[in-house]
């Protein structure tokens, strides 16, 4: 069964940072695309960043670029989202994803799902 956790969200002010990280378990993840999408209230799920988990490619959604880092450890099977320069419209759920094959973007659907963890950015 695969499994998903994420850890790492909280409360900071505007301008400041957080790691998330996103602990994966259940099977081999060689062929996935790992990715990081975000619910803000009131507002539809978008996506933030991915990464193959082989070759470490990642892209990432244009108001997060030169802000946002994604990064895989393989000994680990974690996935990591780097935040720096947080802004209050960055305040939102966060949620990691998984999904087969090599796709980094298109239709928000993924095969496995985490539980979500909460970022609040305050101005």
């Known amino acids: 069964q695969v499994r998903l956790v994420e850890s790492g969200g909280g409360w900071v002010q505007a301008g400041g940072s957080l790691r998330l990280s996103c602990a994966a378990s259940g099977r081999t993840f060689s062929s996935y695309v790992m990715a990081w999408l975000r619910q803000a209230p009131g507002k539809e799920r978008e996506f933030v960043a991915g990464i193959r988990w082989s070759g470490g490619v990642a892209t990432y959604r244009d108001s997060v670029k030169g802000r946002f880092t994604i990064s895989r450890d393989n000994s680990k099977n974690t996935v990591y989202l780097q935040m720096n320069s947080l802004e209050p419209e960055d305040t939102a759920v966060y949620y990691c994803?998984?999904?087969?094959?090599?796709?980094?973007?298109?239709?928000?659907?993924?095969?496995?799902w985490g539980q979500g963890t909460q970022v609040t950015v305050s101005s």
């Open positions: 994803a998984v999904r087969a094959g090599p796709a980094l973007s298109g239709p928000l659907i993924y095969d496995y």
